[in-house]
Every structure is written in structure tokens, then in C-alpha cells.
């Protein structure tokens, strides 16, 4: 299929004009995340179907089942958002963690940390902190 | 005090070595983390003791108990200082990661997220997605 | 000329409220590209003349013909603002990218290859993966 | 397999300690690139073999055959590992590059356009241009 | 207090809605800053009270009297803001800085060196140069 | 000339190897800076003598006499420089403002403003702070 819309303001590709490929996308993530729409960044996404495939299967791997919570999961998500400066990935990470049981003392602590982090890590940098041989 | 050898490589001041006040820092963030020994970070904020009281009233305040727990906090430390690119940060907060308990696994897998995301923020940003509606 | 209105919301000055020398700039780049009006960078720029001219020589001695093609050229340009997250920079560049022949596969590779380095650079720096000796 | 070595200074496993999964990854690695060696962030990968196998899966996809030619994408994959101050990136990526017949000059060239992408990005920013309508 | 409305679009507080040690807080930045108003990165803060207190601790010690003039200071704040893309930051302490005096010229030459800091920070890290011993 | 060497571990060009172009560029450095040497920087960038003359004459409009006094101009470099986490530019600039008479004091209290705005950066950006009327 091509991707004849991609594009800095990329169209977003709704269920009912989808591919039966980007439709099968589109069922998996409903099916897994158990809710009933697709958000903009899969529509936006769909203009290029195998990335579309491979972003998906990225985040089903990472973001599933493992060695940590999913709240903690999507928490970290947030954080690294913040310090990037992606409203949209703050907004849809966000939500993803309220629904996931976040409340709004760990949304801030989290964000305390981004902060502090993002304090310190310059600190650190600007005044050039050798490693000591215990972290080694 | 003054912060007479603060600059781009900053001398580390040794516990032997520092003023009252220095020490009295030292001393609270040894109970406090119980352990004997001061890292660098500290040793080389030490140059410039307001900033080093500061820094420790923050850190003390953030990283303690609160609404997260103690490895989440950490592993939200490490996951903004892998963007950041902080490698002093990595090493000491990827220590008190493992001291509370961090497993390999589950470092590989905070690290697997804050790649993970690092990558969706600039495909979000690259396409230019609208925040949906049900996000705000 | 001065440049009064500058700050974080500066006006646009348009071609005819133009001085002189911001004219000459704004006919030069208009030549240089071959169209007839000037993007609101350039008429931001204008309020700091000496500003304008240095950042359109550097734009035309870089962006001109050399030992790249124009369109790899715009995508490195791309490439750079998605991983900084500046939204006009994406859209001025994207256009001129689509001036220059981009198709929406390309659009859709470049930005592809953006979000798996920014992926991998993290990936790399949360490991510590010292450089190999047959890179150096 | 567990990654039992994982952390801020992860060790290399070598293909001579390498379990069968992970020399199955490593032999399509050198197949694919027609190469007798793998370099270090595979090794380090390693630890974590269903990182190792996602990340190979999805740079093979990408970075593979498709709508810009071999070298573009490692020019663009360095232009982002500079902005990102990734050095081992730069280092291995840079090495791709020449492998594919980048010159002096379009390193030259490329990271001059890097370097001023960065510059405008930040002017755009601090003035807060709109974006054009022509653009939209 | 509790963060009820914390998240990522969060409520603002306003005076005649805050709890009393919220009002101590305001009342200290007005005084502080001898104004009769609050803008909303307080306002947002206000939600977390601890949080409050603690930044504007850190904002009144780091940007009050000290080795630099005041105007000197916003400068280095704004520079920092445009580089990490902050659009609020740069509107808020480009405000302040124009309080204390700034000229468009000077903004205008601010905004200069910021954008040829971001350039040569990425030649310089793209060509891998090593530190002068003159400079260690 | 060709830029031969040009790559990621880019050699240095010491003057008595240079061409009578590079040569010209060295000693407007030394005459400019009053100085009888050459840092790295430069040698590295001589391997591509246009893009060594392009950046030469852009430092020096940038840098020289103008709006803002000369140690602060070296603050705002080193400033940006720590945010992004340029060990040589924190290193050469950091150098040059203390020939122009940063004391440690100066140093600790721009590195103290840089960490809190890369703070209250990411605080903003994480609670999506509007931006208030009074600033646009």
C-alpha cells in the first residue's frame, strides 16, 4: 500500500477507509488494550502500513507483560516524554497511566523526578563528575 | 564560603578536607542513604555549599517516601539520564537502582521503554498528530 | 536599523514595510530559490538585519549545490528537526523537501530512520557500549 | 534466557559464549551485511536476547532496501546520533557510511547542515514564528 | 493537600480558590517580585503545594541577588529555555528579562550566540574533537 | 582543498601543515583573540576550509563587540553548551570567560540557573502550563 499522504501534517486514516492490513492492525490493538476506538497516532501512523506493523508490534512486546508493572511502565513512558517535549506522547501516556491506576500524587512525584533529574544531569555535565570506581 | 575552584572541571572535596557546614551536608546524606561514603556529585558541589545544601534539600525531599515507590523513583532517574545522555547519572542512580533491589531484567526493560519512546516522540512530532479530544 | 519588536512573539515585516537592506536579502532569496515570497523565518529575522543577512548566507553557502543532492540535503534538515521537535522547522523543510521531489515513501523512511536512531542512541548510552577499535 | 548482566556498563558476549538464539541473531547480522565480525552494541544487546532480536528485526526493516538510497540513510542516522551527542553512534554509523561510499566531503557537507539545522531550529523557537499557510 | 487535578493538563489555582499555604507562597511571590499578579506556572504548581513551595524555594535563592545582575540571569534562563524548545519558559522569562531592561538588540544578540552555540556544540561533537590540554 | 580526512575522529591541521587559506583563517583567530594559538576546534574544522572560514567569520560577528558585554556572551555558550552536554564546549568557552574574569562564583551561580531552568523546563512542559495574556 502506499503512503501518498505522509507528511509533516500527516492525514489520519479512519477504520472505515482503512486497508483490510491496517484494519488488522487496528483490531489487534483494540483487542489488547480492550477498548473500542484507535487514537490519532495509530490513524497517522497508517499511511505507511508496514510501519504502522512494526511500531505496533514494537509496543506490544515492550509494553506488555515483564519484569515491570504496566503503571511503572507507562509512567517511564511520561518521563521521557517530559524531557522531550512531546505534548501528544505526555497527553496519550497520560491517559494510559490514569487508566492503569495512576493517581495525581504519583503523576506529580513523577514529574518531580523529571525535573530534579533534568537539574542535576547539567550539574553533573557542567562541572565534569568523574565516575567513581564504585559505580564501575 | 567561597566556590573558589568551581569551573568545567571542578576539584572533589574530600570529607577530611571540608568546612563545617560541607560536613554537616555529608553527614545527613550518609544517614540518611546509610552508607559511609559520599559519591562525587556531592564532593564536587561541595565547591559551592549553598548550591550543595540546595541540591540535597531537593534530592532528599523528591527521592524520599512519597506516593512511589523507591525503585520506580530510581528507574525514573535512570530513564531521564539515558536521554539525556548522563553517564556520571546513569552509573549512580543505575547503582541505588540495584541497591533497592533493581534486577537486570528489569533494568533491560526500563532501558527498552526509554528507547521505545525516545523513538514514538519523534514519529508523533514528525507527523505533526492532533492531541485527540479524548486525551484532554 | 534597529530591531525594536524583537523578542519570543517577534513581527513579521513584510516587503513593502522593508528597509533597503532587508529588501536586498528578500529579492536575493527569492532569486536564489527561484520563487515569489518569502517565508515568515525570514520576515521574523528581518527585525535584526545583520541577523537576516548572516543566516541567509549560511543558509545559501550550505543549502547550495555541493557534494550532496539538494533533496538528501532537505531531509538531513528534516531529519534534524523532528529529533528537536520543532514543528514550523518540519513543516519549511518538508516543503521544500516536496519541492525537491520527495515522495511520501521517502518522507516515511527519513522518518522512520529518525525515530530508530533516536531509539538506538539511548539504547546504546543506557548500555555504556564502548567504541569498537575497527570504528576508531 | 535471563540478562543477568545487564546494567550501566553491560558486558559484550562474544559469539564463542553466545547462546544458539543469540548466535542465530549474530549470523543473520553478518549475512546481511555481508561482514565476518559483529561490533559492540550487538554484544552488549545481547544480555537481553529479546531486545537483541527486536532491535536487529527492526533495523534490518528499516535500514534495508526501500525508497532512499543505502548511504542517505546512514547520513541520516549519523545526522541524528550528532544531534543526539551519541558518540559511539556516530563512530559506528559514520563507518556504515563510508562503507557505502560516503567521501570526506559529504561528511563535510552533511554535518555542516547538522550543525546549522540545530542553529535555526533554536532562532525559529526563540522567535516563535507561525508556521506559514503555504506550508500548512 | 492533595494533587486531585494533577495531570497532564492541569487546573490552575487561583487566589481566591487556594488554601492558605498556597496564599503564603503567592504572597511571598508578589511581594518577592513586587507585582500583584501570579502567572500560571504557579498557578499550575499550586495542585502539588509541596512542589510549590519547594521550586519557588529554588527559583527565589538561585535568581535572587547574587554574582550576576539580575538581567544576566533571565538571559541564561531564556538561552537554556529556547535551546530545550520551551515556548512557555521563553514568553515567561523573556517577560522578566524585558522587566529588567533587556533591549530587543540584546534579545536579538541572545538569540544569536544560543543558535551558534547549538551549532558549533554538534560540529564540534560530530568531528569528535579532543580537549585542548590548555583547557583541562 | 579537499576535506580528505573529514569523519567522525576527524585529525587535526597544525598550522605549519596548513594551506595559505587555513593559515589566513589561524591568524585572524590570533590577532582577533590576541592569542598565539589555536584550539583544537579550529584544527579539526580545517580539513573542510570553507565550512573553518564560514564559521570563523560567524564567531566573530557574534561574538565580538555588540549589545551584551563579552563575559556574558561567554556565560550564555557555556550555558547552552551544559544543556546539551558538549564536554569540549563547556571546556573551550568555560576557558574563554575566565579570561574575560568569571570568577568561580560567576560559574557556579550560571551552572546553578541552567540546572533549575532545565528543571522548571520539563516542570512546564510536563503540566501543559497555557501561556498566560500579561507575556504574549
Known amino acids: 500500500m502506499s503512503a501518498e499522504g505522509m507528511g509533516p501534517s500527516t492525514p489520519l486514516i479512519e477504520y ?20 473500542d476506538w484507535i487514537n490519532n497516532f495509530w490513524k497517522a501512523l497508517a499511511n505507511d502500513p508496514p510501519t504502522l506493523q512494526r511500531i505496533w508490534s514494537n509496543i506490544k512486546q515492550v509494553m506488555g507483560p515483564g519484569a515491570l508493572d504496566p503503571l511503572t511502565k507507562e509512567l517511564l513512558y511520561v518521563a521521557v516524554s517530559v ?19 495512576m493517581t495525581s500524587a504519583q503523576f506529580a512525584e513523577m514529574l518531580a ?24
Chains 1, 2, 3, 4, 5, 6 share one sequence.
Open 113 to 136: 523526578i523529571v525535573g530534579l533529574a533534568n537539574e542535576t544531569n547539567r550539574l553533573v555535565t557542567g562541572m565534569g563528575v568523574p565516575i567513581d570506581e564504585r559505580f564501575r
Open 16 to 35: 472505515a477507509d482503512a486497508s483490510p492490513e491496517v484494519r488488522a492492525v487496528y483490531d489487534d490493538i483494540m483487542a489488547t488494550r480492550k477498548t
Open 83 to 101: 524531557t522531550n517535549g512531546c505534548s501528544y506522547c505526555i497527553a496519550s501516556h497520560g491517559a494510559a497511566a490514569r487508566n492503569k491506576g
